[in-house]
């Protein structure tokens, strides 16, 4: 099956999302996305889509449930195209492309193979945790090699953690010979259960007497109480009036101080608070109005206006600005007259300049002068230019020149060396034949590699062969022998172990018999011996003996009446003996339950002695029929000369046995091939010398021609021959197609020399042209100098930097002119504004004296001010604070005039006093509430005024007396209430010790929870011990199944895997059968094996994914295609091993789909750089 497109309708994130994956035919599909890009959604799409969506999926959290959809285009080469809508909700899930169309489940059950979803994520499915689980499961497996074909191919990471589980599981449940396991512990609850119940025995007149006992003192105990109860109700009266005779005198007290303070006003408690601040605040206002108002008067007396000069302020920004630029005038006059000495230097350089182009100029020279003499050297720009062109041509036109010289001269050396070394090269055969031998036998890597192939499978099935020998453990036998050994039929070992069956089942039963019949006995027996502990009962045999003797006494009385003498003894023997049986009846009456008991235990110890003695004869019959049937079963294997064992493991011999001939018939058909194989290497190798001694030439040759050496060629392999040949070959056609080469070489060479010398005539004219058009252009400034255009462009340069100089030259003098302006502009604007302001100007001062003098004024001006200023805000401040503190000393004045009201007086001295009595009334009131609090509790619910007067009638000293003797009364109640109640503890110790009822029936509850419990924890123990037995069974018979065709892909994932690290890997055997396998890690010329648990963790992850890999290859040798899904489960990889797995992956995809989901740009581009784009294709997933 092939999921040709996915469609992600309505799922998760996605909506309306479709993933094309039909191209073939490498189905590798990598699919890219970063985190939170839908990579599990699609993973989950997948599993919903062929297994149907979970009541409880995480992917409705954008579309609801009713609205969700995923869909797809199936196709398999049996069934054909198949397009379908999974639904979550609706009773039909699957429909047809349309979302209409009922689909049936069967169609796509069949498509799948009849695989489940935990199959498919098992078989089919692989992530990054399961691949790293799984090379632990190979390390922790030791190599087990079962253990590992059967993780593998089941996609069982934790197979090893599964089994431990289980052991551990079942060890917890039950152990052998244990004491603090669960079920262990649970048997010894119950055999202790069992002997307390056994222990428990009821004695009826003893318990009727303690029964009465008890009742008795637990009347008594209860009178005691009542008793009690009443002298604390006494008692606590009388402490209740005692205690209020203590508070009566303070409550009279209190009432009669409130009556007194009846006239003093109730004040808050906040008032004397209030009083002391209002007191405060008037007093500190005061004082701070006094302290502004003289702080006030002295400011107003320091203000001065005409102190300050105002006009100077207002010209500020001119003064300021003068002032900063004193230093500006300053430096730019120290600037000028630097610039006069550069002026000065710049005509001493225009007059050497001139000099140097001979020109003659005199030392006194001015400016004019210079300037005149230097424009009769302007160059115009279109002179310039054409210079420029002409010097630009000069190397141009003699470096052509020059090459076409000497390329003449070239072509005609290498025409004469041509012509040489034609003359010396003899002629060569041709190639030819040699080529078409080779062409006929082809690359021999093939021969080879067949032969190879062969070697190593024959190899393999020798190993295999030796295993299986070894297995069969018949030492004293070849191989060829044991391969021609007879079997028994089928049928024969059928009907003998069926036999063997039914005769250990019968001799199984037989025995269970028998045990159940010992248990019966002696249970019975152990039941009689418990009747008979207590005292011997008697029994009816000795009832009947006691009779008989009575019987005979009575009789001898009356054979012997004649006997007088005798009479007396004869009556008292008689009376004796029936007083002796009139005893043993009252004793079996009054233990007649017992001895019925012990009667019929008695007849089952007789029926059960019978029946285990016909069981005797029954297990005697049935284990020598058995003992018949194993021997029978011995000769039928005695007769092929093999010592048998039980039925199973001679099936599981006989397989091996089977496979073993299987096995040695492909050795011998691989055998045969080998030596065919062999034959066609040796009939190639004998072309190859043939047509290598044929083709080799006997003449020396040019250098770099076919060697003359002579080698051996019988002792070359055919690699080294066809190597050989190849490179007589590859020799050959070299020296010829040299002599061709040369021969056309010559010819070219011949053509282009009449053009090279024509170039060369040309270049000469043009050169001849360029030296008359370059006297005419420098004519008119050359002079008498060389007139080369070096020397020229020399000249022109010079004459170019003279002007620059005098450009910058005239530039100074511009600057030094612009300095004079600015000098005499800023004198006037300051003599200016010192004019304005009234300031006297002196003739000698400088126009920076004056302004410096400007800004000290000024500033002087400004300091005056601002004192100004500071002190008018300060008397504006003290102003506003005068007006708040008038504010707070009149608030304090009305709170003090309020809290007079309040006291009720019009003096302010007066309310301390006030409120002195105010807080004694209020504590007096306090002291009344609570002496009054305090009475009605003690009163219980009794008229305050009642319970007063009564308790000012008692009399102290006769009250203190009545609760002395209350106390004592109660003190001797307790104690006797304590000896009932010790009294009745132990006569109810002593009932329960007798009373084995309620015990009994608890016990026997108790009883039958710990079975029932036993019975559930052996049920889970059994299935815990069958699990694992059955998985083991499971893991040996997938290793006989898959073991040779699985690890032989598993050989080449693996080398692949491990890009060559490990070539192979090789199974081991020990003494009882079981494999271990071993990776072949190179070393030098040989090999050596490496185990499992000495591998890293990471080679331990290629072992279970080339496994995982091989297995998904043999299960598709035979069963439908399935897609494999991958979860980024390369991330641990390097680079080398993970381009090797997607390379398998690749080679994978030829025979099933593989979808392999990533969020690793990194994997993406070893893909593109390693993989072609045929082999995979990617799929990007928009975040």
């Known amino acids: 099956m092939i999921i040709e497109r996915l469609d992600l309708r309505a799922f998760g994130r996605f909506t309306d999302v479709s993933l094309d994956l039909s191209a073939a035919p490498h189905r590798f599909h990598l699919v890219y996305g970063p985190n939170e890009s839908g990579k599990s959604t699609c993973l989950r799409a997948i599993e919903s889509l062929l297994f149907g969506i979970p009541t409880r999926t995480p992917d409705s959290y954008l579309h609801a449930n009713s609205k969700l959809r995923v869909g797809a285009k199936l196709s398999d080469h049996r069934d054909g195209p198949l397009e379908i809508i999974r639904r979550k909700n609706g009773k039909v899930k699957l429909h047809g492309a349309d979302d209409k169309t009922p689909v049936d489940e069967n169609l796509l059950a069949d498509m799948l193979g009849g695989i489940d979803l935990e199959t498919f994520r098992h078989r089919f499915g692989l992530s990054h945790a399961e691949?790293?689980?799984?090379?632990?499961?190979?390390?922790?497996?030791?190599?087990?090699?079962?253990?590992?074909?059967?993780?593998?191919?089941?996609?069982?990471?934790?197979?090893?953690?599964?089994?431990?589980?289980?052991?551990?599981?079942?060890?917890?449940?039950?152990?052998?010979?244990?004491?603090k396991k669960l079920i262990n512990e649970l048997i010894k609850q119950l055999d202790d259960k069992r002997k307390e119940l056994r222990a428990l025995q009821t004695i009826p007149a003893e318990y009727r007497e303690l029964r009465t006992k008890l009742a008795d003192a637990e009347k008594l105990a209860t009178q005691a109480d009542e008793q009690i109860a009443d002298i604390s109700r006494q008692l606590e009266r009388q402490s209740a009036c005692r205690e209020a005779l203590r508070i009566v005198p303070s409550w009279r007290a209190g009432k009669a101080r409130l009556e007194e303070l009846r006239e003093t006003p109730d004040l808050d408690e906040d008032f004397s608070g209030r009083r002391r601040e209002a007191m405060i605040k008037r007093d500190t206002g005061r004082q701070r109005v006094e302290q502004l108002r003289s702080k006030l008067a002295e400011v107003e007396l320091g203000l001065d206006e005409d102190a300050v000069r105002w006009e100077l302020i207002e010209y500020e920004q001119p003064i300021v600005s003068h002032f900063q630029n004193v230093a500006a005038r300053q430096v730019a006059c120290r600037e000028q007259v630097e610039l006069q000495g550069v002026v000065r230097n710049h005509d001493r350089h225009l007059r050497e300049y001139l000099r140097d182009l001979q020109i003659d100029v005199p030392d006194q020279s001015n400016a004019q002068q210079i300037d005149a003499l230097i424009e009769r050297l302007h160059v115009s720009d279109a002179d310039q230019v054409r210079l420029d062109e002409l010097a630009g041509d000069y190397e141009v036109l003699r470096k052509e020149e020059r090459d076409a010289s000497e390329n003449v001269q070239a072509l005609r050396r290498q025409l004469a060396d041509l012509d040489d070394e034609l003359e010396r090269i003899p002629s060569q055969r041709?190639?030819?034949?040699?080529?078409?031998?080779?062409?006929?036998?082809?690359?021999?890597?093939?021969?080879?590699?067949?032969?190879?192939?062969?070697?190593?499978?024959?190899?393999e099935l020798r190993t295999e062969c030796t295993g299986l020998l070894a297995q069969l453990n018949l030492p004293a036998m070849a191989l060829e022998e044991v391969v021609q050994l007879q079997l028994p039929p089928e049928a024969w070992i059928e009907r003998h172990e069926e036999s063997l069956s039914r005769r250990t089942r019968g001799c199984e039963d037989a025995r269970t018999q028998r045990q159940n019949l010992q248990n019966r006995q002696r249970e019975a027996m152990d039941q009689l011996s418990r009747l008979q502990s207590d005292l011997p009962l008697p029994t009816e045999q000795e009832l009947e003996e006691t009779r008989q003797l009575r019987d005979r006494a009575v009789d001898a009385l009356e054979t012997d009446v004649e006997r007088l003498e005798q009479l007396p003894e004869r009556v008292r023997a008689a009376r004796g003996e029936i007083r002796q049986a009139d005893r043993l009846v009252d004793r079996i009456r009054s233990h007649q339950r017992q001895v019925a008991e012990r009667a019929?235990?008695?007849?089952?110890?007789?029926?059960?002695?019978?029946?285990?003695?016909?069981?005797?004869?029954?297990?005697?019959?049935?284990?020598?029929?058995?003992?018949?049937?194993?021997?029978?079963?011995?000769?039928?294997?005695?007769?092929?000369?093999?010592?048998?064992?039980?039925?199973?493991?001679?099936r599981a011999w006989k397989a091996s046995h089977e496979s073993l001939v299987d096995r040695h018939r492909q050795l011998q058909q691989c055998g045969h091939q080998l030596t065919a194989a062999e034959s066609r290497i040796r009939r190639a190798a004998s072309r190859l010398v043939s047509v290598i001694e044929q083709s080799q030439v006997s003449s020396p040759v040019m250098a770099g021609g076919v060697s003359t050496e002579r080698i051996n060629l019988d002792e070359m392999t055919l690699e080294a021959l066809h190597d050989h040949a190849n490179r007589l070959r590859a020799e050959l056609s070299e020296v010829r197609q040299n002599l061709i080469e040369l021969k056309h070489q010559r010819e070219r060479t011949a053509a282009e020399l009449p053009k090279a010398e024509a170039r060369h005539q040309t270049s000469v004219e043009r050169r001849e042209q360029w030296d008359r058009d370059w006297k005419d252009a420098i004519e008119s400034f050359s002079g008498k100098v060389d007139s080369s255009p070096a020397v020229i462009s020399k000249r022109l340069k010079k004459i170019s930097k003279m002007f620059a100089v005098r450009r910058e030259r005239n530039a100074l003098i511009g600057r030094i002119e612009s300095i004079n302006d600015d000098n005499a502009n800023y004198a006037d604007q300051v003599a200016q504004l010192a004019e304005r302001l009234g300031i006297p100007i002196t003739a000698s001062g400088s126009s920076e004296e004056l302004a410096c003098e400007l800004h000290r004024r000024l500033m002087e001006a400004k300091s005056a001010a601002e004192h100004y200023r500071r002190l008018e805000r300060e008397r504006d401040e003290l102003r506003q604070e005068l007006r708040t503190e008038s504010s707070t000393l009149s608030a304090a004045d009305s709170e003090l005039s309020m809290l007079c009201r309040e006291a009720g007086t019009q003096q302010t001295e007066a309310l301390p006093e006030i409120e002195s009595r105010a807080k004694e009334k209020l504590r007096a009131a306090a002291d009344v509430r609570q002496a009054e609090a305090q009475l009605t509790l003690i009163a219980r619910g009794e008229n305050l005024e009642s319970?007063?007067?009564?308790?000012?009638?008692?009399?102290?000293?006769?009250?203190?007396?009545?609760i002395e003797g209350l106390q004592a009364d109660l003190a001797d109640l307790r104690r006797r209430r304590e000896a009932a109640q010790r009294q009745v503890g132990g006569l109810k110790r002593e009932v329960d010790a007798i009373d084995g009822g309620d015990r009994a029936a608890e016990l026997n509850q108790e009883i039958q929870l710990i079975s029932g419990r036993i019975q559930r924890e052996a049920q889970q123990y059994a299935k815990l011990r069958i699990a694992s037995l059955i998985l083991r069974q499971s893991i040996d018979h997938y290793r006989r199944e898959h073991e040779s065709p699985v690890l032989k892909l598993a050989c080449e994932a693996f080398r692949d895997l491990t890009c060559g690290r490990y070539v192979g890997l090789k199974p081991e055997y020990d003494d009882r059968g079981r494999s271990t396998v071993f990776g072949i890690q190179k070393e030098g010329k040989g090999e050596s094996l490496v185990p499992v648990e000495a591998m890293s963790l990471g080679?331990?992850?290629?072992?279970?994914?080339?496994?995982?890999?091989?297995?998904?290859?043999?299960?598709?040798?035979?069963?439908?295609?399935?897609?494999?899904?991958?979860?980024?489960?390369?991330?641990?990889?390097?680079?080398?091993?993970?381009?090797?797995?997607?390379?398998?992956?690749?080679?994978?995809s030829l025979r099933t789909q593989v979808i392999l989901f990533t969020h690793h740009r990194h994997l993406i581009e070893l893909a593109e750089s390693n993989l072609s784009s045929e082999e995979f294709h990617l799929h990007r997933l928009a975040v």
């Open 430 to 459: 041709d190639p030819g034949q040699i080529e078409a031998v080779l062409a006929d036998l082809g690359a021999p890597s093939a021969l080879l590699e067949t032969a190879e192939q062969l070697t190593r499978q024959s190899d």
């Open 600 to 650: 019929a235990v008695e007849r089952s110890l007789e029926s059960v002695a019978a029946e285990l003695a016909a069981c005797e004869q029954l297990c005697e019959s049935r284990d020598k029929e058995l003992s018949d049937a194993e021997q029978a079963w011995q000769e039928l294997w005695e007769n092929c000369g093999i010592s048998a064992q039980e039925p199973r493991a001679m």
């Open 1099 to 1148: 080679t331990a992850d290629a072992l279970y994914l080339a496994m995982r890999l091989a297995s998904l290859e043999h299960q598709l040798e035979g069963g439908r295609a399935v897609p494999v899904v991958i979860d980024d489960c390369l991330i641990q990889l390097d680079d080398e091993r993970t381009v090797a797995a997607m390379k398998r992956f690749a080679q994978l």
């Open 947 to 962: 319970f007063v007067e009564r308790v000012q009638s008692q009399d102290p000293a006769e009250l203190d007396r009545q």
């Open 131 to 179: 691949l790293v689980a799984g090379g632990q499961a190979v390390v922790d497996s030791k190599g087990e090699l079962g253990e590992i074909l059967f993780a593998a191919g089941a996609g069982v990471g934790q197979l090893k953690a599964v089994q431990l589980a289980l052991e551990n599981e079942s060890k917890e449940l039950f152990l052998e010979r244990g004491k």
